[in-house]
């Protein structure tokens, strides 16, 4: 295998960055033009898609296309863009369902406009204002991946051989977003079951799906498909495991979250599932209590973190992102698949599962 | 001008329901192999999609297509059929905005998976479940609705022809929720406003972009997409108006929603803003106060019904509608429509603007 040249990686964030950039501007101009008033609409959505991100699912859908044999086109790297409004308008969503306050560093949208609502002194309960708010600009986000993906230039047939992947994409994200909110309403139920919302959610959606889509954008057969999934599934899992721990274990100037945001949220994730299954009674018992607390402070945080940690769950969880990445990686060298693709999925992986926010 | 025959609107009423059906049940079934609690998801989207209605925007969109000379197919009808699906979703998130109780006389969506968490005896509260799982839904229709569009069986250049039109329009609509979200939260501000978000939320999505959507798919130029503007716009305006009426004044047995709902839910209407417009400061203090109170009796109902209807608004309203659908007659007698279209466009207007539900 080649060796990576990181720039590759760095270059199309770049140019995934200018794509949505311009994108952006021509959609809120439209915006602007039908009434003032959708200001604040367009101003968020370009904050929210425009400060950075590690622009993970436009990556693999440009590799994907590559890995393929497609050429490196303005057209593909504007359809790949396309996700990240995709994955806007999960974030949004995800965020008014659990009421999180913020948002990559940022008050989460609902948030946002709950506060303009306040500034404004309006009518009405400002929290209701934002959710309204915050639901259609997710919606919006939903509609405008379309229009980025329909209209980034690349033909007619070749969106159409793409359209049935693309759905399928998203009905899985719905899908496993809805199995999350059940699995968190039945309060959990082991390990299998996590790793189920795990694979809907953030596997499929996250890494063999935009893989998928490249493919099947440029021609792929049947067998490179296969490949991109022996290497898109284990690897999502993995990816999904790191967002876990990151959830519990991260660094809040990383991660751009509250410090154990997910403990506070009560989050059934695999890593909790695993410390339940292998705690004693007593330390299950306060892990049980103590989760999905909206006001577990920091001394709360450390305790449930000890828990956890102490019963080894943390460092199998580790192991298993180890063993998934291995997994991908062994995945990917049977393939056939295009040289320098190969190398910079694999560089990939490593971004995907060993990052810190 | 020829005659109308019913019989074309109600045929057509039939072939959507059977498009529906089937594309429904496809969808549910690739649900139920993803996970057995995704039941209640398919479920409750075929209830809501195939208990009737009046399938308006898909005969716009199939009556657009045949005025542009396209021929009667059943690829045409399912690319049209999905109009609903949209609509679903439109109206899945507006009543999970509104906190409404009931849609088409059934529980709104939300209320539905606040029972169904309720009857579980899950954990957390059932309302937050509820709303999470409509949010999702929502999500889930807008998405099915592109799939059911994509899979028409229509050739992949005729979509790609529609691609923007469609967008334009699903951005529209989102918009014009965004404004009328704002106009509730300033209190209204007169009947200009609330003609604009009329304008938004209903003339363009419901009637002249099916239309448009229908007449570019079938290679319509631009002076028959101008008369479909002639002819929808004013329309349109006239439906959201007898919207509006319905809203106060209707039936609940035919309209599906408890009497007087728009005035519970505070919504500040044509209909309402020419009212406070018109009242003597006493009457015009009445409705501000009772305006969007959610525990307003049916005695409350009555007295603001009795307001509206003294300021002379209720007779304005009404005056309107009819100018409007005139308007609309003759913006389509004037045009390039092909006959059989233009006599079905002509009863479709009294179907909008005359119905009481």
Tied chains: 1, 2.
Excluded at 303 to 315: E, K, M, N, Q, S
């Amino acid at each position: 295998m080649a060796d990576t040249d990181p720039l590759d990686v760095a270059d199309l964030r770049d140019r995934v960055q200018k794509a949505l950039g311009e994108f952006i501007a021509g959609q809120t101009a439209a915006l602007d033009a039908i009434a003032d008033e959708l200001g604040p609409v367009g101003e968020r959505i370009s904050e929210f898609l425009l400060d950075g991100g590690k622009r993970l699912r436009p990556a693999y859908c440009y590799w994907g296309w590559r890995g393929a044999g497609g050429a490196d086109t303005d057209e593909v790297v504007a359809a790949a863009s396309s996700l990240e409004l995709l994955h806007a308008c999960a974030l949004i969503h995800d965020d008014v369902m659990d009421g999180s306050d913020t948002r990559r560093g940022r008050p989460a949208v609902h948030r946002a406009f709950a506060a303009l609502h306040r500034g404004e002194g309006w009518l009405g309960d400002p929290e209701g204002f934002g959710r309204s708010a915050a639901i259609l600009i997710g919606d919006l986000c939903l509609i405008w991946a379309d229009r980025m993906l329909n209209g980034s230039g690349l033909p007619a047939d070749v969106l159409h051989r793409g359209a049935a992947t693309y759905d399928e994409m998203r009905v899985e994200l719905m899908a496993g977003q809805y199995l999350d909110v059940v699995e968190q309403a039945i309060g959990g139920r082991g390990v299998d079951r996590a790793m189920r919302v795990a694979l809907y959610k953030t596997a499929k959606y996250t890494i063999e799906r935009p893989l998928h889509l490249g493919g099947v954008l440029a021609g792929a057969g049947p067998e490179l498909l296969a490949a991109y999934t022996a290497y898109g599934i284990p690897l999502g899992q993995a990816f999904q495991l790191r967002d876990d721990v990151l959830g519990v274990f991260g660094d809040p100037s990383e991660t751009g979250k509250p410090a154990g945001d997910d403990l506070r949220e009560g989050k059934r994730t695999v890593l909790v599932a695993m410390a339940l299954d292998r705690a004693e009674p007593d330390d299950a018992a306060v892990v049980r209590r103590h989760l999905g607390d909206p006001h577990l402070d920091g001394a709360g945080v450390d305790r449930l973190r000890a828990v956890i940690d102490g019963t080894g769950a943390l460092a199998e969880v580790e192991s298993l992102i180890g063993r998934l990445t291995e997994q991908a990686l062994a995945g990917l060298s049977s393939a056939q698949v295009d040289d320098a693709a190969a190398a910079v999925l694999e560089s990939l992986a490593t971004a995907a599962t060993a990052r810190t926010g």
